[in-house]
């Protein structure tokens, strides 16, 4: 199956579509059957499921750290342990704790 990855996604905003820039996304969180699409400037709701978002992003720049978190890798700022687990932290303060299953995701970033 051929992936297209896309620079661009359409969210609902009320009765409307609004188009918003994959490089614009700091990260994205499961919520049941929905996805929260975090952005700089505000948040939306998509009736879209995580992993069907997934694999419209480009894996370069998109990874896959929780069964309910994506993060967008230029949006990271640092990270930490804390009791055996492993936290990011986005750029704007956020704490998203990552999977024991996607840890060696995170490792292969490590230098």
């Given amino acids: 199956m051929n992936t ?9 905003e009320g009765k409307r579509l609004r188009r ?13 059957d929905y996805t929260v699409i975090y952005l700089d400037k505000g948040e939306f709701v998509s009736s ?3 992993g ?8 370069s720049r998109f990874m896959r750290v ?11 700022d640092a990270c930490h342990r804390d009791i055996g687990r492993l936290y990011l932290i ?16 995170i490792k292969s970033l490590i230098l």
Avoid at 66 to 76: A, G, K, M, T, Y
């Fill in 52 to 59: 069907s978002i997934e694999r419209k992003l480009d894996p």
């Fill in 4 to 12: 297209i990855l896309i620079s661009h996604l359409f969210v609902e």
């Fill in 90 to 105: 986005m750029k704007n303060g956020q704490q998203i704790g990552v999977g024991k299953r996607y840890m060696h995701q």
């Fill in 48 to 50: 879209s499921g995580i």
């Fill in 20 to 32: 918003i820039a994959v490089q614009d996304i700091r990260y994205l969180k499961a919520a049941g």
């Fill in 66 to 76: 929780h069964r309910s978190f994506i993060v967008n890798l230029e949006h990271i």
